[in-house]
């Protein structure tokens, strides 16, 4: 009886709805098959800036770590897991979704944190990578046990981050690395604005018979993501690989005041391995 009760329980968490959190978009309104299908679809922005973020960033990655390269193949995680979660509602695929975006902020931690911001005990990133690595490990358990706690870490290490950069940004005078900063934090803030609004505002927006907040979140907080991580990767260049003389440069035109920012490497670059 126990090993049929207990297949009962993996049956239901993978069952369609079986996760306590329902986004604003009508459910089963556009397939039988897809719960909330706009909040489906729209991760599919993942799928096409991932890929073009692992080749602009290709150069700079060869130079300093190709790790680096599993930020952006993480990313492409996050939206097949989010879109499965959207597709199903399944609590299975809550904690795949919030997951493998914690894993996500994790590896960014372990491959770009500043060396100067390490705690004092820290004294190398090999050190620092396995610290976050079993957080990260610590987190992920406790998750399954108690949902809640993933929200709370995710909000930490976004925090933490934004208060990071604050501190980064005040010391630079550079107008095209501060415009890429002011950029980041517009779009960031006005993905949360759009997440939130979904979340806490669904009786609002089902008035206006515009329920799609979600979706829209979804294509901001990965272009935002796009334009973070290159601010992040550019101060990292600049600290680490400082004879590669980094710069900002804009995907497909650097003339254009929109499109995706990349780093090229002025100088002569060395490909030595370095952590």
Not at 101 to 124: E, M
Not at 158 to 168: D, I, M, N, S, V
Not at 251 to 271: Q, R, S, Y
Request: net charge neutral; with cysteine; charged share 15%.
């Amino acid at each position: 009886m126990g090993g049929v009760y207990s297949l009962e329980r993996m049956a239901e968490v993978f069952s369609y709805e079986s996760s306590e959190i329902d986004w604003c978009e009508d459910n089963y309104k556009h397939s039988e098959h897809v719960v909330e299908y706009f909040n489906t679809m729209s991760n599919f922005v993942f799928f096409i800036i991932s890929p073009i973020m692992l080749y602009l960033l290709h150069p700079y990655a060869k130079e300093r770590n190709l790790a680096i390269h599993l930020v952006w193949i993480m990313m492409i995680f996050v939206g097949l897991f989010s879109a499965y979660f959207h597709m199903t509602l399944s609590f299975v695929g809550q904690m795949l979704d919030e997951l493998s975006i914690l894993w996500v902020l994790a590896v960014g931690y372990a491959v770009w944190f500043p060396r100067k911001f390490f705690p004092s005990f820290v004294k190398d990133r090999s050190t620092f990578s396995r610290l976050v690595l079993v957080i990260t490990i610590i987190s992920s358990v406790s998750s399954f046990v108690k949902p809640t706690v993933n929200a709370y870490v995710l909000n930490c290490f976004g925090l933490h981050l934004l208060y990071t950069l604050f501190l980064e940004m005040r010391c630079c005078t550079d107008q095209k690395v501060l415009r890429l900063a002011k950029l980041s934090v517009a779009l960031w803030g006005l993905a949360i604005s759009c997440w939130i609004s979904d979340r806490f505002g669904c009786s609002f927006w089902q008035q206006l018979n515009f329920c799609y907040l979600h979706s829209i979140w979804h294509i901001l907080i990965v272009v935002a993501v796009a334009y973070g991580s290159t601010l992040i990767a550019y101060l990292d260049a600049s600290y680490e690989i400082p004879y590669s003389l980094p710069g900002l440069q804009y995907w497909p035109c650097d003339k254009w005041a929109v499109g995706l920012p990349h780093i090229v490497l002025k100088g002569t670059t060395k490909t030595l391995k370095r952590c």
